[in-house]
Structure formats: C-alpha cells, structure tokens
C-alpha cells in the first residue's frame, strides 16, 4: 500500500514542478491550445475577406473577436508548411522545400528535429492530431505517435477521397485512415470533414481540462477531390453561385465553418473556452488550377497554390483568445507559420531558448501585451529544383523563378467575386455557434454590424485593376506589396538597393539550403502488400544512416528518458526499503 502512495506523492512532486513553470501573470494554468488548420483554402474564400459569396458566418466570428492575421505567410504547398509549422524551421534546412511527399516516397520529416508536440510534452501537454499529417510513414518511426503525439486518427498520404479514404499513387491505390499505429477499419462512409469534426469533440469532452491540451485539427478540406457531403444541408443558402464546382466547394467550405463552430462549443460545454488560444489557418494558397484544382479562389491575390505570389502564400490566418491583448482588430504585421512554434511555446509558459535554432520569433509578448512587433523580415522559400526563390522584408518582396514556366502566375478565382446580390448577413454571424459560444462563456461577443464593416473592409485587398502586369518567370520581380498587392508592377529597376537587401537575405539562407533528397518511388510501399492499406513499410533500423539524417538527438533523448526511468525506480526501491 505504500508504494503506490510514495509514486503518487513522487508524481505530485514532479508534475507540480511542470506546473509552476507557467507564469504569465494573471492566468494560473497554461492555456488549451487548439489549432484548426485546413487545407488549400483561397484568400477569398472566408466570408471576413470581402466576398459575401461563400458565408463562413463561424470563421468570422472567431476572427471578428479575435486578431484578424492578415499577413501571415505560409510555404507554397502542404508538406513544407506543415514541417515549418511544426519545427518553427525553414523547410530550407531540412530539405523540405520542394513539392509534397507522394506516397511510396521514402522520405519524411527527419527524426533530429524535434517539433512542437514534443516541445509541448515538456510543458506538461497531451498532444493530440487529426486529420491530415503528410510529413513522411515509410518507418513507424515517422508517424505522429513516435513523435511526440499521443493520440492520432487522420491520414498519411496529401489527401484522401472525403468518403472511402482511399489515396492513389500512379497504380498504387489504398485505404489511409489510421488510429494510432493501426487502420481504422472500423470506420465506414461517414464524410471526412465531420468524422474528423466528431473525433475532435470526442477529445475535448473527455479531456480533463485540468491538464492543458493541444489539438491540431488538420482537416482534408477543401483538399481536392471535389466531394461534397451527401447529407447537405445548404444547398439552397448557395444556389446563387451558378458555377456548379464552385457551388460543391461552397457546401465542403461550409462543412468546414461548421466544424469550427462545434469545437468552439465543445470548449465552451467543458468551460474550457476561457482558457484557450483558437488558431485558424490555411496551409497555403487555392490550387485553382492544375490536377489537385479546388474551385478555390484566391481573388484578387496573383498567382496559386505552388506560387510565392500572394495568392500562393499569404494564407488566411487568425487567432482568438481571451488572453490577446487587443482584440477585434486586424494585424498587419508579418508573421511567418514558423512562429507558432515559438508563440505558442511562450504562451504555454516555456522558454523560448529552450528550442534552440529555429527560425519563427515569439510572437506572443506582442499578442498578449501589445510589446513591440518582433519580425520585418522573412523568407518565403528556395526551391533549388523548381528554382524560385523569395523574401520579404517590410513592404518589399522579392521574387525569382516560376513553377512550371509561370503557367501559374496569373490572376485566377475571379469567379470568388461577389458578382451576385448576395450581401452580408450580419444576422448569421450574430446567431452563429461561435458567437453563442463566446457569449455565454466570456460576455458580448463583437457583433454590432458597424465594428463587423469597419473589420472587414480594414481585412479585405482591393487592387486598382490593370491590364498588364509583369511577367517575372523571364526577369527577377520586386513589389511593394503594401501599395501593390495583387503585385503588378516590378519596381526592381527603380528600387536596386532594396533589391541587394533582399538579396542578402536569400545569400545567408541559401548558404545554409540542404538539398532535396529527390528520392525514386519505391515499390515495396504497395499497398497491395499490406491489405490494400498504405502503412509504414521499411524498417527503421535497416534505413538508418541511409539518408544521412543525424539521429543521435533522438538518441540522446531517449536515454534521457531510459535514465529518469532508471533513477525513479531506484528511488523507489530504495524508500519503499526504509518504510
Ligand atoms: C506500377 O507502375 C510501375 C511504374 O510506374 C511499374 O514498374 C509497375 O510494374 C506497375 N505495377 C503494376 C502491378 O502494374
Ligand atoms: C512566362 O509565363 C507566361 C505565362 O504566365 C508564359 O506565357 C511565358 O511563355 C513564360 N516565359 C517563359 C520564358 O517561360
Ligand atoms: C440572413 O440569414 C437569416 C438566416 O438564414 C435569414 O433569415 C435572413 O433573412 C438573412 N438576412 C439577409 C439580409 O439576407
Ligand atoms: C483487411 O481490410 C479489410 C477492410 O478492407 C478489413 O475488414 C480486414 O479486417 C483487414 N484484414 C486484416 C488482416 O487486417
């Protein structure tokens, strides 16, 4: 009977020491993170950006009472954006900076960097993912669960079909839906957005909020393939868009603005709400052409999904939380996606030093306290295969390089215009889930109409329009993108010495670029090997060394841990002795 008692009282040591870490001023507790990120949403698909064309009456709302991010940058595409989101790194140092992983390819995340969940574990966090992960499964080693995770129900591969979820790769085809380590074979024709949506709420209802959670909803939406829910509700609330893939990606964007509203809730039914931090964003830009097209639009913003133009990689982002210290306003700062790591860390009560090189600022001293802006500069990206590279540093921006020969530089989307009658529905975000949620949980939400206008007109682009613009694949391209957006004009000749500035920003990280491994598709990935299913298929040990990725931090982490093991159970031997 007493060593249980001595473990418990040890434990209580322990984890009270995990708990006085956390000193930001007033708040006892460290907050409940919860970050919902989806997937290749267009700037102008979120009703708070100007187009009244599709209603995201719940996305709004969070961002109307929250800090509206509208310059927060992401990498052009998914697999890059989710490795610097979640390493606070440049994919440049990891050799992730090129296109997606595809299924059968043996590369993934390399296993020396340690990412944000496990930061978090630190912190005395239960890190929690659904949905999409992307960042390699050739080993076990690489999936969520063995790194830093400890729960998971989501998908592998850049996508799945919304209903069978199956992924295809060239003549390989398969099932990739896993919880934990194993398919989810159990689970049937249940829509991907809510059945993710459902596995979410699951979580915050049994979390004890006691302990602080974080929970990344990666949903599949508004991925590609166009798949709108059976079930749908809404078909007449859209039935003034007349481009029939226009109107189904309205119904998958809804789908999505509901989900937000059920977490919202489910925080709000756990009296959790008050002390989390809500996290909106996309992963990139609209892909609003080529194979994985969406119907997205990234109006009036140049350029897609896959492009460092804006529409490319300036991705709708906001924060919410009772914690910010202004809200109900718009942020023009610069924020780059590799700045939650370090943000959210801070929030948490961490120490920031303790993360050791990233790249992303803490962000969080200005969110919480309105310190001074930390960050004027970024980088965007070097891609040495697809050869584009750019920066920003102020109002400027820097671009060099097309994808594919510039075939996406262009403007698209214009059909995410509000070409229609259709005007704002203050009502609907009045009445939404989301403002009934902060309301009965903190007090009046921001609803009046006016402050909703002035939000929104402050968050919308507007670009005088022009017939011509410049073509950068053929020249290098500056932009004042401040005064010029939808980037039309190169002022390069005019501005040389900004030009060298920015230069010596892509010199210093360039210098520093590990190149992609490029790896050839491997066969043995077959899902045809393991029940039609993709699944991990090489071993960690026999590939160990192979990529020459340095796997000695893992290492030593793990004997870390093995040690305190070692060193508890000693102790324990030895007190339960004495008694
Ligand atoms: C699948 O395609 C690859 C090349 O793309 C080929 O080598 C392989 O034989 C094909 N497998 C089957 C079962 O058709
Ligand atoms: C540059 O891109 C445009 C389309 O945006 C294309 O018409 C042109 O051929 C491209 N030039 C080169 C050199 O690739
Ligand atoms: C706003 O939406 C509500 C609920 O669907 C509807 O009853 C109302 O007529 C709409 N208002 C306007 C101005 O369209
Ligand atoms: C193989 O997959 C099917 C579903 O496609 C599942 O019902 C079955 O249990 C799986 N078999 C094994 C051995 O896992």
Known sequence: MKFPFIYLTLSLIISSGVCTKFTDGQYESAPHIIVFMVDDLGWNDVSYHGSSQIFTPNIDALAYNGII??????????????????????????????????????????????????????LGYSPKLIGKWHLGFHTKQHTPLHRGFDHFLGFYNSHIAYYDYKYSQGNMSGFDLHRGDSPAYDIHDQYATDLFTEEAVRVIEHHDPINPLYLQLSHLGVHAPLEVPVDSAYLEDFAHIREPNRRNYALMVSRLDESLGRVVAALGDKNMLKNSIIIFMTDNGAPTIGKYRNSGSNWPLRGTKYTLYEGGVRGVAAVWSPRLHAMARVSNNLMHVTDWLPTLYSAAGGNVADLGEID???????????????????????????????????????????????????????????HDTQS????????????????????????????????????????????????????????????????????????????????????????????????????????????????????????????????????????????????????????????
């Open 69 to 122: 991010l509208n310059r927060h940058y992401t990498l052009p595409s998914c697999t890059p954006t989710r490795a610097a989101f979640l390493s606070g790194k440049y994919p440049i140092r990891m050799g992730m900076q090129g296109e997606g992983i595809m299924g059968g390819e043996p590369r993934g995340l390399p296993l020396n960097v340690r990412i944000l969940p496990e930061h978090l574990r630190d």
């Open 360 to 418: 992303g600022v803490d962000h969080w001293p200005h969110l919480s306290q309105g310190k001074d802006i930390p960050r004027e500069s970024l980088l965007l990206n070097i891609d040495e295969v697809s050869k584009t590279e750019g920066a920003i540093k102020r109002r400027f921006k820097l671009v060099r390089g097309a994808y594919k020969r510039g075939y996406y530089d262009q403007y698209y989307g214009e059909s995410g215009r509000n």
């Open 424 to 579: 704002y529905n203050y009502t609907l975000v009045h009445s939404s889930v989301v403002s009934s949620a902060i309301s009965a949980h903190l007090g009046d939400p921001m609803t009046q109409p006016s402050a909703m206008t002035h939000l929104r007109e402050q968050a919308t682009v507007l670009c005088k329009r022009k017939s011509t613009f410049s073509y950068c694949n053929e020249t290098e391209c500056l932009f004042d993108i401040v005064n010029d957006p939808c980037e039309a004009t190169n002022i390069a000749k005019q501005y040389p010495k900004v030009v060298s500035e920015l230069d010596m920003i892509l010199e210093k990280y360039g210098s520093l670029l590990v190149k992609q491994p490029r790896l050839p598709i491997d066969g043995m990935a077959d899902p045809r090997r393991r029940n039609n299913t993709w699944a991990p298929w090489l071993d960690y040990g026999m590939i160990t060394g192979l990529y020459g990725y340095n796997y000695n931090a893992a290492a030593a982490v793990s004997t870390l841990a093995v040690c305190v093991h070692i060193g508890m159970a000693l102790l324990i031997v030895s007190m339960s002795a004495f008694i």
